[in-house]
């Protein structure tokens, strides 16, 4: 069995041809750009996550230490901003207990803002930070401290509610 074409067919086969490999080429490129978007807004939320988490180890280490060191307390009132010097060892305890619980939280919170997390969880947050930011002591320190925007708003927010 022989085919047989004409010139014509022949150029139009090609060109036929020409456009769907053309097209297949668009196709493919459109795909590896949406691949790329994909993976680069995923490992952006993770290193976000990464560093929300190495932060929040930090100072899980530095509380540990200073909550196994109590005769470190004024020493480390040095470099609080708000502490008062004079301020008796339980209220220096109590201020750096509230600085452990507020650092996961403050990270959670900013998942919570950031997307990182489901917002049914908010609920749950509300309810671990509330009891903090209903004592004025530890809203006032919230209010002191360089937390990501939004977070000494809502602590107050919260706080009224």
Known sequence: M???????ELIQFQAWTSFAQAILVLVTTIAILWIHGVISSASERLTKLQLLRANYDAWKDIDTFFLTNPELLPVLNQFTPDAAT?????????????????????????????GYVSPRMREQFNHCLKPLVRDPTVLAMIKSQVFVEGFAEYCEKLSNS
Do not use: C, G, I, W
Request: hydrophobic content about 40%; proline content about 6%; charged content about 30%.
């Open 86 to 114: 004079d301020e008796p060892e339980e209220a220096q305890k109590k201020r750096l207990v509230a600085f452990l619980m507020l650092n996961p939280l403050y990270s959670y919170f900013y998942a919570l803002d950031k």
């Open 2 to 8: 022989t085919f047989s074409f004409t010139s014509d």
